[in-house]
């Protein structure tokens, strides 16, 4: 199985600030990998895919980056509503492994 | 709209059954694969069951397999889970999610969950 490691597993940040998560794959995945926010009581949203894509509806201040086994998300400007659990998935293979997720918290 | 309902969810006691449901609606069910995931409490996202649009190719996570199956009936948009066997460390939230093919497999849709305990 193909292991998904993120880091940090939080952070604290401020309104307006330019927030990275990396996330680390066991072993090549191309660019099958997908970003999604968990918020409690919501269903999971997806936010980028295929690494760099920007799902439809999904604010411009958040990007994706890398492939290989290597891949970041960047948040330019967090925003009030921002504040959540990012995670991101493999779905270059089966099982469709997800990493531990990065909690954004205010600082 | 594209809607996904999951139902069945509730308490049983170790050993025993649970048929989960999602209901889809606002897209065309019989093109798209499905996808069960499941989040115990505290823990993060974990990929349970994958089934592709014709039910041809089924696929279980190790934690499940031989316990649970997964199924769908293109006619009633519907997708279910039965779990047997059921244990604490099967205790989540699961989620019903919609795959796309054309988004590198990503799961561009997810139902609200419902919450399963198993405990005595």
């Known amino acids: 199985d193909i292991q998904m490691t993120q880091s940090p597993s939080s952070l604290s940040a401020s309104v307006g600030d330019r927030v990275t998560i990396t996330c680390r794959a066991s072993?090549?995945?191309?660019?099958?990998l997908n970003w999604y926010q968990e918020k409690p009581g919501k269903a999971p949203k997806l936010l980028i895919y295929?690494?760099?894509s920007l799902q439809s509806g999904v604010p411009s201040r958040f990007s994706g980056s890398g492939s290989g086994t290597d891949f970041t998300l960047t948040i330019s400007s967090l925003q009030p509503e921002d504040f959540a659990t990012y995670c991101c998935?493999?779905?270059?293979?089966?099982?469709?492994?997800f990493g531990q997720g990065t909690k954004v918290e205010i600082k | 709209e594209v809607q996904l309902v999951e139902s069945g969810g509730g308490l049983v006691q170790p050993g025993g059954s649970l048929r989960l449901s999602c209901a889809a609606s606002?897209?065309?069910?019989?093109?798209?694969?499905m996808n069960w995931v499941r989040q115990a409490p505290g823990k993060g996202l974990e990929w349970v069951s994958y089934?592709?649009?014709?039910?041809?190719?089924?696929y279980y996570a190790d934690s499940v397999k031989g316990r649970f199956t997964i199924s769908r009936d293109n006619a009633k948009n519907s997708l279910y889970l039965q779990m047997n066997s059921l244990r604490a460390e099967d205790t989540a939230v699961y989620y019903c999610?919609?795959?796309?093919?054309?988004?590198?497999?990503?799961?561009?849709?997810w139902g609200q969950g419902t919450l399963v305990t198993v405990s005595s």
């Open positions: 999610a919609r795959e796309d093919v054309y988004s590198a497999a990503s799961f561009d849709y």
């Open positions: 606002g897209f065309t069910f019989s093109n798209y694969e």
């Open positions: 089934i592709s649009s014709t039910d041809s190719n089924i």
């Open positions: 072993q090549s995945i191309s660019s099958y």
């Open positions: 295929a690494a760099s």
């Open positions: 998935q493999q779905s270059y293979s089966t099982p469709r492994t």
